[in-house]
């Protein structure tokens, strides 16, 4: 799957709609990261999204159908599920939630420092590295008045 940090240029605003989460990831901080996906111009990007709990919990509302159980869900998990926890949404019984009427104004986040990651030949540094430099920050919820 793309990159969505490879499709944009870097400190511009945009947008992203279409937007399916496959998985929410909380930790010790007030701050949620979401594993999403989105479609531009016919390619499906996947990033990292970090959001204040609040506005995960507003974008939870407009899941539809789904929203009642993603919330209750999201509940028992921040009661009872060690930090940090993954919740995912992108198994073979569950299918990632899609956002609908949504658009997000994401911001960039700083590229990860190359002291993070000095050994750029292994494999799995190299992952992380790629995955550090592919996180947004949520500046923006807007509803589609066409929705």
């Known amino acids: 799957m793309l990159r969505l940090i490879d499709a944009v240029e870097y400190g511009a605003d945009f947008f992203v709609e279409d937007v399916r989460v496959r998985a929410i990831v909380f930790d010790n901080s007030d701050d949620v990261t979401l594993w999403a996906t989105t479609v531009l111009d016919d ?4 990033f990292h999204l970090g959001l204040p709990f609040a506005q995960l919990d507003l974008l939870l509302r407009q899941t539809g159908a789904r929203a009642g ?5 999201v509940a028992d998990a921040l009661a009872n ?12 019984e569950l299918e990632p939630f899609a956002l609908p009427g949504i658009a997000l104004k994401l911001s960039f986040t700083y590229p990860a420092d190359e002291d993070e990651f000095p050994d750029e030949d292994d494999e799995e540094a190299s992952a992380e590295r790629a995955a550090a430099d592919n996180v947004f920050y ?10």
């Open 43 to 46: 390619q499906t990007y996947f």
């Open 81 to 92: 599920a060690p930090r940090p926890c993954l919740m995912e949404y992108a198994t073979e």
């Open 69 to 73: 159980e993603l919330q209750e869900e």
């Open 138 to 147: 949520l500046e923006a919820i807007y509803r589609r008045l066409d929705a």
